[in-house]
């Protein structure tokens, strides 16, 4: 199961599962507003890239959800403290948000937890509340290296790039669905996987941010207009290409209609997995949209699929 993820398939037959001693969980969120036609949004998102690559190596994570008029900013970290390194490192972006002439922040506090048990309580809630059933949902995704948070004018074309799909997706979609555009800040690659044993895309190794652009409606939508939203969706992915040659994207909560799929999901190890599908599993018994090996549309086990 090392490398899994989409398309992979395995029985297990054993395992092991290493203990760890329990560590208290810090957070840090922030909910805020600000004006759609403002400098709100740039102000907050270039914050964020600058200070980043401070963060990963201190071993913060989490996630961002980045709208034209607000942001719900959560980041997390386990160490063994009161939760003062975790308000240390915050401390700037904190400031600097807090002295924003252009934003309003509504919630803005520290909370620590026992244990990751603990944690997983405030975390079901949060995302029972976020993630209601019954939703339509399309996602359109790219990972961004750590090179891109290493200069000024490389930070700059990155918050230029989002801002971009963040905007270009708020008019996709009547005003009474919801988009966003999710970061999820990475930490600084623990694992090598030097001899590469692994199906993981190599970029994962150097990734910084996943941006994800997220559409949700509850009403069908027409044909129509599902096909201008997933084809649009698809196209304001270009910018963040632009700054990712040779990267890819989290296969689970990437575009389905990805062109570039054997790249983007799998990287060079694409060409080494097809000879391990063609030997295990010639027949096809296992497949997905996507998938390694897979045949295209046409192929009658996606009969059953909509176009639209």
């Known amino acids: 199961m090392r490398g899994g993820g989409g398309g992979t398939f ?3 037959t054993k395992y092991r599962v290493q203990l760890h001693p329990a560590l208290p969980i810090h957070t840090y969120n922030l909910l805020a507003e600000f004006s759609a036609e403002g400098n709100g949004l740039r102000e907050i998102l270039s914050t964020h890239a600058e200070n980043q690559l401070a963060w990963s190596q201190e071993l913060v994570t989490g996630s961002v959800d980045y ?4 942001i719900e900013f959560g980041a997390v970290l386990p160490f063994a403290d009161d939760g003062s390194k975790l308000a240390a490192l915050m401390a700037p972006f904190v400031e600097a948000v807090s002295n924003s002439t252009e934003i309003t922040i509504l919630t803005s506090n520290f909370t620590s937890y026992a244990s990751y048990l603990d944690y997983t309580v405030f975390s079901r809630a949060d995302a029972q509340a976020t993630e209601p059933p019954g939703i339509s949902q399309l996602l359109a995704s790219r990972l961004m290296p750590r090179s891109l948070f290493t200069t000024t004018a490389s930070i700059a074309a990155l918050v230029d790039a989002v801002i971009y799909g963040i905007t270009t997706a708020r008019g996709l979609l009547p005003d009474s669905d919801t988009t966003a555009t999710q970061v999820v800040f990475e930490m600084p690659l623990s694992n090598p996987d030097t001899e590469r044993k692994t199906s993981v895309n190599p970029a994962f190794r150097t990734a910084q941010w996943h941006v994800i652009h997220v559409a949700e409606w509850t009403a069908p939508l027409e044909a129509a207009a599902q096909k201008n939203v997933t084809l649009g ?3 304001m992915l270009a910018p963040l290409k632009v700054l990712s040659p040779g990267g890819g994207a989290y296969m689970n909560e990437a575009s389905y209609e990805e062109p570039e ?3 983007t999901f799998w990287g060079d190890n694409y060409g080494r997995l097809l000879e391990v599908k063609g030997t295990y599993d010639p027949e096809h018994v296992f497949d997905c ?3 390694v090996g897979w045949r295209g549309e046409n192929d009658p086990f996606y ?3 909509q176009e639209w």
């Open 303 to 305: 009969s059953c699929y």
């Open 261 to 263: 799929w054997e790249e």
């Open 10 to 12: 395995a029985v297990l």
């Open 289 to 291: 949209w996507k998938c």
């Open 67 to 70: 709208l034209v008029n607000g």
């Open 233 to 235: 969706f698809l196209d």
